[in-house]
């Protein structure tokens, strides 16, 4: 049995801000290509690897905790009832995203565009006005990479499937309205004040180490707040900041819905996968592949 110890989202910021002139009114262009899963993937990453709580390859990035034994019995169909296997511990790519301005622009799968209507564009900072601030769809990608290259084979663990479209922001109210989020979100009111955000420091501080504070929920280190569930974001440091916080924020945000499961690294209870509405930041990775800058 491979076990999975944590998952690795592989985040993809892609920006298409480029205008152009159509009719007299000014439209958002559709770059992208095909994200190549041999070249553009950090395989590094992965590590370390752990069988049990046995570290059996180092890695240069911290490590979350392991299942104590490194033999599991996992329930069965009868009449085996119990199967044994191996908890073997790595960081597993499992969703990519595009974070984009343009609606319906599916970066990752080559830049086709899919027609949605009734879809604002985001906006940007470069132009000063009453309002300053960015707004970006999110579109999230299944993407069981270690399946696909059968690299690790398990038929209980491992994420399998088909690359495929999750989720699109585009078709989600409550993405692009601060106000609908707070259905999903309604702690949201308790984080919403300096002392709350100054404790994002810590988080910062340590993330840059080691792994994020997982009790500062309401953080994503230095990228700014989880907070709230949409594509808005109030003074933008860049772009690339962007597209990372808002695929965090999907993340959380998919958990909340119960769309992404979690797995608990203890014995027996590693075998199930479970809900859980506070995303546990310390299991997750970050990487930036495809980008594409601001024109």
């Known amino acids: 049995m491979a076990w999975r110890t944590v998952l690795l989202a592989l985040a993809v910021w892609v920006c298409q801000p480029a205008a152009a002139a159509d009719n007299g009114k000014t439209s958002l262009t559709c770059e992208g290509r095909w994200v190549n899963p041999i070249t553009d993937v950090c395989w590094e990453c992965l590590f370390p690897m752990s069988i049990g709580s046995v570290q059996v390859s180092a890695g240069s990035l911290p490590d979350t905790e392991n299942p104590p034994s490194p033999i599991q019995f996992c329930p069965a169909p009868p009449p085996i009832f119990e199967r044994p296997g191996i908890a073997i511990g790595f960081w597993e790519p499992f969703a990519m995203t595009d974070v984009t301005r343009s609606p319906g622009c599916m970066v990752n799968m080559g830049g086709f565009n899919i027609n949605i209507p009734n879809t604002g564009t985001g906006t940007g900072t470069k132009m000063a006005n009453e309002h300053p601030g960015t707004f970006y769809h999110v579109h999230w990608y299944k993407y069981p990479l270690i399946s696909w290259l059968s690299i690790i084979t398990s038929d209980m663990c491992m994420q399998g499937g088909e690359y495929d479209i999750g989720y699109l922001s585009e078709l989600d109210p409550t993405w692009q309205n601060d106000n609908l989020a707070l259905f999903l979100n309604p702690e949201v009111i308790l984080f919403a004040n300096p002392v709350a955000q100054m404790a994002c420091a810590a988080d910062a501080v340590v993330a840059g180490v080691s792994k994020p504070i997982d009790a500062l929920f309401w953080c994503a280190g230095s990228h700014g ?52 509405a506070i995303m546990p930041k310390s299991r997750y990775r970050y990487q930036m592949v495809n980008t594409i800058p601001d024109v």
């Not at 933008?236 to 958990?255: P, V």
């Not at 992404?260 to 027996?268: A, G, H, M």
Request: aromatic share 10%; net charge negative.
């Open 225 to 276: 707040s989880m907070y709230p569930f949409t594509g808005n974001i109030v003074n933008e440091s860049s772009g690339l900041n962007s597209g990372a916080l808002l695929s965090e924020r999907m993340d959380f945000k998919l958990h909340r819905e119960g769309l992404i499961l979690d797995t608990v690294p203890q014995n027996t209870a590693v075998c199930y996968e479970y809900p859980s």
